[in-house]
DNA sequence: ATGAAAGCGCTAACAG
DNA sequence: CTGTTAGCGCTTTCAT
């Protein structure tokens, strides 16, 4: 086993196995036409033999793409967590690229210093792309990335920027009035909502669906605003109920609010669903591990996640990449 | 604005503006001992006009270093969602990376074709190290790793290889024993436990943590295995009360899974704690979410993950990395 | 269809 | 302390 000390093999060696020159085995391996059989099975012969693998920082260097795409996460860190989206999308992401050879670097923008860096790489030319994931409205890398010049996409609408960064999102507005209108259809008369931060798509959007089916009986005291966190879920249920005692629904923007929302019912003495009615949104775990279940929205992660992906390879190749919005299901559960 | 066309300054860009030749500018910028004071302020001074970032892939190309490690996720995907650890462990790595101009690599290793874009990625020398998460004992991955020749840590122990591949962990032993005598404490007298799979270190350690309080007690019959779901928890509730009607307690190896044994001990018509109490672990977001909220055991997630990447760190520098066990805290809440 | 050769931008060894 | 120079492994003209 004197091979430990072996160097990697490189065309060279490949070329010279296969009896042509470098530049047919560079050929055979980038897929040109303008080959002849016999050359190229002798390479891929010695591509086998020698177990040969292309040296991207080489390739690089000429080519001057660097095979890899960066997964910007503009989420504060709690969130980020409970995100089910985001570990769909990973998975999605990395799958698919890696059939292109291509790799997902991650990185963090929850703060300036993480923004400072993902801007740093990006004008660095260290990714062919960006891949954005819940990047709010306004969010100064938003910039960064244009002046960086690299082609970008969203998994879920930039706010502000729809026309400009193509993104895959699932219906949230059609979500939200698919809700609503079951919570009205229950027969509910007096329902409230507890939306996520407006600079957020699934926080207006999802607000805009609500009130696109209440019209004028959705009352600025109706609604209240979160943070997407589970704490911040139950706060804004006690608010709404100090507001508004007599509400008997309520439409909560996320699972993981309306879980903080059912505890701070729960803790007022009201029942769910017989006193108020609680809607969910996002089907995630959290939807069937609280009491009772949760009636919630599910969205197409996979499917959204494949679309983003799609939509970024597209303008790699410098092919169209318009918004795709996926359809959402209801999940009727105990909680409405 | 015509600066869109122009090309991204290189080092010789640099060596002109500043006045000094390439080599210097190199020198500057890897922090060299040898160059002058003068020389050092003219580079700086060039790089920041210039707007100069060092070009990666030449860099790589000589050094042969990439400045990359990849992240390995061994997990099948349901699981990896629910991981606290892992979005902490991201987090933490990609920002100490960055601190050493260095970047994560995700990919996911979850069924054979992973393994074999994982191994292809290591083999083909595109990453400078390698970060495991979750990785099961016997892992295909594993020899190929070594055979790859690419330095690894584990973010938890991998069974049986914990002498070779140095890791950092929480005391799952210890959190397990903590538990197991908090309930004996409480005054329950009959405790089962519902476990992890026993190839990983969750599964086994939590495990011999609750035999070695409860000794011959811990029967066979009071210990059913699960695999880290909720769905999984609730079934293997339910086999538990099954063969032993009477327990008073259940030790649940993670929270998600107790999260599934509460719904499980609720149709069975038994209250919790005052029939059963129900003991978890990892205090993750979905504890706090149950009703009752779990007593359960938190690791210091943070720090493990922190530690993990220092060790990663020391052995790409070729020092010492010895494996490190950071201790849990019981937290105690509504369920036992 | 293929070989030869010119770099891509950088580091490191060498000479001074 | 600094300039010069030889590649790192690959793609891509340019001839042939």
């Known amino acids: 086993m004197s091979n430990l000390a072996r160097k990697r093999p490189t065309i060279h060696d490949v070329a010279e196995a296969a009896g042509v020159s470098r530049g047919t085995v560079s050929r055979v391996l980038n897929g040109k036409s303008n080959v002849s059989l016999s050359a190229e099975t002798a390479v891929r012969r010695a591509v086998a ?3 040969y693998v292309v040296n991207r ?20 860190q709690e969130r980020l967590f409970e995100d089910p989206n985001f570990s769909v999308l990973m998975r999605v992401a990395t799958n698919q690229l ?53 082609p970008a996409v969203a998994c879920g609408a930039v706010l502000g920027r729809e026309s400009v960064i193509p993104y895959a999102a699932a219906d949230d507005r059609g ?35 609500f009130t696109s089916v209440l019209g004028r009986k959705a009352g600025k005291q109706m609604i209240v605003h979160g943070d997407y966190t589970q704490a911040g879920g139950e706060a804004a249920m006690e608010r709404l109920l100090a507001t508004v005692p007599d509400l008997d629904a309520v439409f909560v923007a996320s699972d993981l609010m309306a879980a903080g929302a ?12 017989e006193d108020v009615a609680v809607g969910g949104f996002d089907d995630s775990a959290i939807a069937s591990a609280t009491r009772p279940a949760l009636t919630t929205v599910r969205q197409p992660l996979a499917q959204v996640a494949e679309e983003t992906v799609r939509l970024l390879i597209a303008l790699l190749d410098e092919r169209e990449a318009d918004p795709v919005v996926l359809p959402t299901d209801l999940v009727v559960r105990g909680s409405a």
Chains 1, 2 share one sequence.
């Open 49 to 51: 033999e020698t177990g």
């Open 57 to 76: 920082a080489a390739r690089s260097l000429v080519t001057s793409r660097t095979g890899s795409i960066v997964m910007v996460l503009s989420e504060p």
């Open 98 to 150: 890696a059939d292109l050879d291509m790799s997902l670097v991650l990185m963090i923008a929850g703060d300036d210093g993480g923004r400072e860096r993902v801007a740093r790489y990006l004008r660095g030319g260290h990714a062919d792309g960006a891949l954005l994931v819940s990047t709010h409205a306004g969010d100064p890398l938003l910039e960064e990335i244009e002046r960086a010049g690299v």
């Open 175 to 209: 979500g939200a009035r698919a809700m609503t209108e079951y919570l009205v259809q229950q027969g509910r008369k007096k329902i409230g909502m507890i939306t996520g931060p407006l600079d957020t798509p699934g926080g207006s959007l999802r607000l805009e669906g």
């Open 262 to 273: 059912l505890q701070a019912l729960h803790a007022a003495g009201r029942r769910v669903p």
